[in-house]
């Protein structure tokens, strides 16, 4: 299985200061490596798929970048709003798998 | 609106089984992949299970392989997740999820899983 790693695992940040999460695999991904976040008590949502692709209704603040085995998801300008845990997930192999988990807080 | 809503949670004792559901509205479930992925308490997303949009292929974690089975019933616009043999490590709130697609340029594409139910909450406990 492919294995994902995450630096860094906690991640706090002034509001109106940039963020900046890796997700890093055991093998090439190519591009095929989707971000989420899971805010408090919710439902993850999707932010970037196939590496760079930002989903529909995501502030442009935030941008994916990389391929292989080296991915960086962004946030321009982090809100409060912007708290909760960042996942990276592959979609290469058929048996999806995700990274740990960085999880973001407000200083 | 678009919406995934899971049920069929619970407690059950070790060796037990559940069947989770899914019901999707406002959207062509036949033509979407469909996912479930779980989370065990303070831990990280874990992908567990997907089937394609007329069933013609599904994958499984190796931590489930031989103990769930995944399905659909289109007509219903229903996902379903059999659970067997049922561990302690099994205790976790379980996620659907929808494989998004685009069309562009003649070809559908891939876009993430772009639509997730509440949850539903499963508890393996003698």
């Known amino acids: 299985d492919i294995v994902l790693t995450q630096s860094p695992v906690s991640l706090p940040v002034t509001p109106g200061e940039p963020a900046s999460i890796s997700c890093g695999s055991s093998q090439s991904l190519l591009n095929y490596l989707d971000w989420y976040v899971q805010k408090p008590g919710q439902s993850p949502q999707l932010l970037i798929y196939?590496?760079?692709n930002r989903a529909s209704g995501v502030p442009d603040r935030f941008s994916g970048s990389g391929s292989g085995t080296n991915f960086t998801l962004r946030i321009n300008r982090v809100e409060a709003e912007d708290v909760g845990v960042y996942y990276c997930m592959q979609t290469l192999q058929t048996f999806y798998t995700f990274g740990q988990g960085t999880k973001l807080e407000i200083k | 609106e678009v919406q995934l809503v899971e049920s069929g949670g619970g407690l059950v004792k070790p060796g037990g089984s559940l069947r989770l559901s899914c019901a999707a509205s406002?959207?062509?479930?036949?033509?979407?992949?469909m996912h479930w992925v779980r989370q065990a308490p303070g831990k990280a997303l874990e992908w567990v299970s997907s089937i394609t949009s007329t069933a013609s292929f599904i994958y499984y974690a190796d931590s489930v392989k031989g103990r769930f089975t995944i399905s659909r019933d289109n007509a219903e616009n229903s996902l379903f997740l059999q659970m067997n043999s049922l561990r302690a490590d099994d205790t976790a709130v379980y996620y659907c999820a929808r494989a998004g697609r685009e069309l562009r340029f003649s070809q559908w594409y891939y876009v993430g899983l772009d639509v997730w139910g509440q949850g539903t909450t499963v508890i393996v406990s003698s």
């Open positions: 406002e959207f062509t479930f036949d033509r979407h992949t």
């Open positions: 196939l590496g760079s």
